[in-house]
């Protein structure tokens, strides 16, 4: 009985050490996806090695939040953008926390601030483009199969790099208006195609879709529909009274589900080492 107790163990342990490092492949091929559209990062070393030491920063900076699935193509982004890691750490951490932003909320342990957003916008999709919710509807496609990658990263994940600029360039004066707003219009702009399509074709399609669009053509479809932010303030106060009565539906985020967050684990699951230098 020892002995099988020990081979349990061994079992156990064996297990643990294979997750972890699948955990970690996973977590690599993420990085090398977020840069994979700037051929400087793509290429070479140097850009993954950044990103892994701005991460690590920000884990040490805001332990609570540590790091999630989603967060590596933000930080990415202004990597590629900004001057020195420095400059882009501290934008990382402005757009996280600061108030017409506040990205972490859409990355704490329970992803309240991603339930509010895919609420928001489903109520907005059901508003703006009534046809294309009914024919998801019909069809059975969650929303938040769709929208989870591109609001969870602003647009970061899979989008071509000029729209990604000009929504980020938008997003920084304006804040989540401009999301949504170019949620809509990407939608609209892919709804004749979709109206035809059944669930798996749909998913099929939007796979494609997301690195054929013109950021110009989207950018000048956003500006044409007629969101407010009343609109938006009105499903978010919607939101929070069906949260304190309990009766929202919690969605299913998987595509980003969350690693270790706390202390070391995260940074040893992100092949970082150790928080303290020795």
Known sequence: ????????????????????????????????????????????????????????????????????????????LFLMVMDDEETAFWMFVSVMNEDVYNLRELFVRDMAGTQEVLYVAERLIEQFLPRLFDHFQLQNVQMSMILTPWLMTIYTRNFPFELVLRVWDSFLVEGWKVVYRTMLALLEHAQPALLQLE?????????????????????????KISLRRKHILK?????????EKGETRKVDTGVFNRLNTRGSEVVSSMGFGSFVDT
Not at 28 to 48: I, L, M, W, Y
Not at 199 to 223: H, K, Q, W
């Open 235 to 243: 499903y978010v106060a919607e939101w929070k009274g069906l949260s």
């Open 1 to 76: 009985q020892q002995q099988q107790q020990q081979q349990q163990q061994q079992q156990q342990q064996l297990q643990q050490q294979q997750q972890q490092q699948r955990d970690k492949d996973e977590d690599d091929d993420d990085n090398s996806d977020a840069f994979e559209q700037v051929a400087k990062f793509a290429v070479q070393s140097t850009g993954q090695a950044a990103l892994r030491r701005l991460l690590r920063a920000y884990s040490t900076y805001d332990p609570q939040v540590g790091y999630c699935q989603g967060m590596n193509f933000i930080a990415a």
């Open 199 to 223: 669930f798996e074709e749909i998913i099929m399609y939007l796979r494609e879709f997301t690195s054929t669009v013109g950021g110009p053509n989207i950018m000048m479809a956003s500006l």
